[in-house]
């Protein structure tokens, strides 16, 4: 079984940092890399960030490249994406969701349910 599970989302001031955490089962973790989302109103579903499996390489979007960044845990089961310098168009849905692949190509598979983050003064 595959689960997901987002939490760290909230209200944040423009400029300021949050902390997105997703817990991945072990299956997850062993057999897919896992990466982050986001979905605004109106708007395409956005893939911003991953980090495979293997090496723990990483892949960043252009509109998150050096304001996020992504790491994981294996001992906890965990995956963050650290967020800063945060600015009101980053405001949407943050999912993580694994992945097949990391990098210029790579595809979703199993989500989480979603935590919303506001960036708004």
């Known amino acids: 079984q595959v689960e997901l599970v987002e939490s760290g989302g909230g209200l944040v001031q423009p400029g300021g940092s949050l902390r997105l955490s997703c817990e991945a089962s072990a299956f997850a973790l062993d057999y897919y890399a896992i990466g982050w989302f986001r979905q605004a109103p109106g708007k395409e579903r956005e893939g911003l960030s991953c980090?495979?499996?293997?090496?723990?390489?990483?892949y960043y979007a252009d509109s998150v490249k050096g304001r996020f960044t992504i790491s994981r845990d294996y001992r906890k089961k965990m995956v963050y994406l650290q967020m800063n310098s945060l600015k009101p168009e980053d405001t949407a849905v943050y999912y993580c969701a694994t992945t097949v692949g990391c990098g210029v190509n790579w595809t979703p598979s199993y989500w989480g349910q979603g935590t919303q983050v506001t960036v708004s003064s």
């Open positions: 980090v495979s499996g293997g090496r723990g390489n990483t």
